[in-house]
Nanobody
Framework: QLQLVESGGDYVQPGGSLRLSCVAV????????VGWFRQAPGKAREGVAC????????HYHGSVEGRFSISRDNAKNTAYLQMNNLTPEDTATYYC??????????????????WGQGTQVTVSS
């Protein structure tokens, strides 16, 4: 079975940090783009960060630029999202996705509804 399993979400205070993990099961992340998106109750899905197969640095939504960092460890078949200086506006369920390219990920995010469990991030004092 091919799937991505997210973990690392938690309840944190504003200004705190979390690192989310995304493990690929049944397929290799090597040569694939990996991205993170989020969805808060009553809000549309929002692409957060993405990294293409050959890139060292990722692409970010403006609201997380400078605070979030996406990375990948192909040896562990895992992608990460380091989130620093969290704010209540970052509260959401976070999901990861993998396609050939980042634009493909954003397209899938927009048109598909069957995503995994995701991992919940709650930022509150």
């Amino acid at each position: 079975q091919l799937q991505l399993v997210e973990s690392g979400g938690d309840y944190v205070q504003p200004g705190g940090s979390l690192r989310l993990s995304c493990v690929a099961v049944g397929f290799s992340l090597n040569r694939r783009a990996v991205g993170w998106f989020r969805q808060a109750p009553g809000k549309a899905r929002e692409g957060v960060a993405c990294i293409n197969p050959s890139e060292i640095s990722g692409h970010y939504h403006g609201s997380v630029e400078g605070r979030f960092s996406i990375s990948r460890d192909n040896a562990k078949n895992t992608a990460y999202l380091q989130m620093n200086n969290l704010t209540p506006e970052d509260t959401a369920t976070y999901y990861c996705a993998s396609e050939s390219t980042c634009p493909d990920i954003w397209h899938s995010m927009a048109v598909l509804d069957d995503w995994g469990q995701g991992t919940q991030v709650t930022v509150s004092s």
